[in-house]
């Protein structure tokens, strides 16, 4: 039985891989991706059998070509299932899942990105974006629609939802059943579930409009860099360990260093100048990537799970000590330091800090803030660091 609302860390790891690979959406996900089925690309041609999408274009159905659709770039490690319609110029990162059930569609817009190992789900209705919406790393949108120019952060949950245009869904925070009005922005991991709260959110200001724009930016030249990479190198450029594609701010190639000793699960994707240190281990379908945001050292020693994503913004770095022990499910994105010894559970969240040594995250905990965690703290099970006062009233170990 599928996880709702009121079981939150239920919802939370909902669509893990464990739970695909045992529960109730009666699909066998081997591990590897699979040949797209009913992908399609939307075309500005209005087809009087076409399904309309929200930029006046319509949705033809097409042959797919991975990883160039419609003048789109699609990583080949992306899985798809069902009707699944794209639109020009998106940027779709490696490990997400696209799955339409009988009857319906997921219809992406115009200049969407869509980042690694989220997951759009249109299980019990239609899953419709419309042009230029930015999905952060293991977000999961579900049976939504979704206006223009909005974001989604990273491992947030939307299910049965309206987004209204401009509006902005913070990391690991949980909307379910409303209409969230257009330019609205809500808190870091809060469950929104009534109308009476969507209406109170906040509105956005100026300097999440120009955050915004910059992701925009961002993926578009991501489009043009891997495709050229892809052009120049082949598909072999877009899989595994490779360099990152040649951007603005990343004018050439870089492979990654990984350390002796070190293994790699079943479709890690490695990208660009990550500094991997030895005797460390990269469970399946993780993804490191510095493609933006360069250098990503990662310290010998490191045991890192599942589904793990590493990034950065442009301009900025990650590093991470030695001894680290990451959990399923995990983002660690730029500008981060972390120091030795550092342990996560499943499902947590970790943007913007500085980190000292001996520290551990629990379950479902998220850190994003310009602030320190002090060595030896300890952040509780769903708990959400956004202020440096918050940082200072943490348990110790």
């Not at 589904?307 to 442009?314: E, G, N």
């Not at 983002?331 to 551990?360: K, Q, Y």
């Amino acid at each position: 039985m599928r996880a709702g609302c009121c079981d939150e860390m239920g919802w939370r790891r909902m669509v893990s891989r464990r739970r695909l690979l045992r529960g109730g959406m009666g699909l066998a996900l081997a591990g590897s991706a699979v040949p797209l089925r009913g992908f399609s690309v939307l075309a500005n041609a209005q087809d009087p059998g076409a399904t309309p999408v929200g930029g006046g274009g319509a949705a033809v159905v097409a042959e797919a070509r991975y990883p160039i659709v419609n003048g789109s770039f699609v990583a080949p490690l992306v899985e798809d299932y069902g009707d699944v319609f794209i639109g020009q110029r998106c940027y779709i990162a490696g490990n997400t899942i696209l799955l339409a059930g009988d009857g319906h569609q997921i219809v992406l817009g115009d200049e969407n990105n869509c980042q690694d190992n989220a997951y759009l789900l249109a299980s019990d209705a239609d899953l419709r974006f419309a042009n230029m919406v930015s999905i952060a790393h293991h977000a999961v949108i579900e049976d939504s629609v979704i206006g223009d120019f909005t974001f989604f952060g990273f491992r947030c949950r939307v299910r049965r939802a309206t987004i209204g245009e401009g509006a902005m869904i913070m990391h690991n925070t949980s909307v379910e059943g409303v209409e969230i009005p257009p330019n609205r922005i809500t808190p870091m991991g809060v469950r929104i579930t009534s109308q009476d709260q969507a209406d109170a959110l906040p509105s956005l200001e100026e300097a999440n409009d120009e955050f915004k724009r910059e992701v925009q930016d961002v993926n578009l030249e991501f489009v043009d860099g891997y495709t050229r990479l892809f052009e120049e190198r082949g598909r072999v450029a877009l899989e595994g360990t490779s360099p990152n594609p040649i951007t603005s701010w990343n004018p050439e190639y870089l492979d990654p260093q990984v350390g002796e000793n070190t293994t790699l699960g079943e479709l890690v994707r490695i990208i660009g100048d990550v500094r991997l240190g030895e005797d460390s281990a990269v469970g399946q379908r993780t993804a490191i990537r510095a493609d933006e945001g360069t250098p990503i050292v990662i310290g010998r020693r490191a045991r890192i799970q599942s589904r793990v994503t590493f990034h950065a913004l442009k301009g900025t770095r990650l590093d991470l000590g030695a001894n680290a022990r990451i959990g399923d499910g995990n983002v660690l994105h730029g500008p981060l330091s972390v120091g030795d010894n550092f342990v996560t559970g499943d499902d947590c969240v970790v943007f913007r800090a500085t980190i000292e040594d001996n520290v551990e995250l629990r379950d479902g905990a998220t850190v994003a803030a310009e602030c320190t965690i002090r060595e030896g703290s300890v952040v509780p099970e769903g708990a959400v660091v956004a202020t440096q006062e918050e940082a200072d009233a943490l348990p110790q170990r």
